[in-house]
């Protein structure tokens, strides 16, 4: 059926080191893909998020690369930091319903 | 992220009983939609709606409610028929249709059956 999977599910990393976060997606008229971040116990909040008319987005650490084609995209984090580690959520339109549909998650863990 | 609230934080619920959780936006947001959170899980669908007095299933509607007659109010009922609803329960509202853009989430009410 209409999905977005999200991989890997957990991801350890090295303070200093990079992390990537990688999403599919099912539904072609899929146009915006948002990344969100969740710490524990909290609301999830927006980071970063790509319209399918560019292929990347950069904001500071956190940049996004969309390949429409293959319909995935990617959450990259440079230099992380002990407080980079949360729960990162991917999301995709699935037009056929109008609603928002979230992949199952990444649990980043930044060691000092 | 004052702009959508949801109450109450943490709701106790015995068994057989229905309990409503309320979320209510300022945003002028035509969205809302209603997640459900288990424990090291993602976000499932329970409810959404795109505009007032209309509303559509998601992937787990069954045991739920919702109702959609103010544009800011979104109101999610848990009935007796939810046999396992102890979860982290999130809103969010939007704008959707041809220009998608962010959710903005609640600060979600823990629900914990007795």
């Known amino acids: 059926g209409e999905n977005v999977e999200q991989h890997p599910s957990t991801l350890s990393v090295q303070e200093g080191d990079s992390a990537v976060i990688k999403c599919t997606y099912s539904?072609?008229?899929?146009?915006?893909f948002p990344w969100y971040k969740q710490e524990l116990g909290k609301r999830p909040q927006l980071i970063i998020d790509?319209?399918?008319?560019?292929g990347e987005k950069k904001d500071q650490r956190i940049a996004v690369t969309l390949n429409k084609t293959a319909k995935h995209f990617s959450l990259h984090i440079t230099e992380t930091q002990p407080e980079d580690s949360a729960v990162y959520f991917c999301a995709a339109p699935l037009r056929v319903n109008n609603d928002m549909r979230f992949g199952a998650g990444t649990r980043l863990t930044v060691k000092p | 992220d004052g702009g959508i609230t949801q109450s109450p934080k943490y709701l106790f619920r015995k068994e057989g009983q229905n309990v409503t959780l309320s979320c209510e936006q300022n945003?002028?947001?035509?969205?809302m939609y209603w997640y459900r959170q288990d424990p090291g899980q993602g976000l499932r669908l329970i409810y959404y709606s795109q505009i007032v007095n209309d509303f559509q299933k998601g992937d787990i509607a069954e045991g739920y409610s919702v109702s959609r007659e103010k544009k800011e109010s979104f109101p999610l009922t848990v009935t007796s028929a939810q046999k396992n609803p102890t979860a982290f329960y999130l809103c969010?509202?939007?704008?959707?249709?041809?220009?998608?853009?962010?959710?903005?989430f609640g600060p979600g009410t823990r629900l914990t059956v007795l």
């Open positions: 969010a509202s939007g704008t959707s249709g041809t220009y998608y853009n962010e959710q903005f």
């Open positions: 945003l002028n947001h035509d969205a």
């Open positions: 790509i319209r399918s008319n560019v």
């Open positions: 539904d072609s008229a899929s146009n915006y």
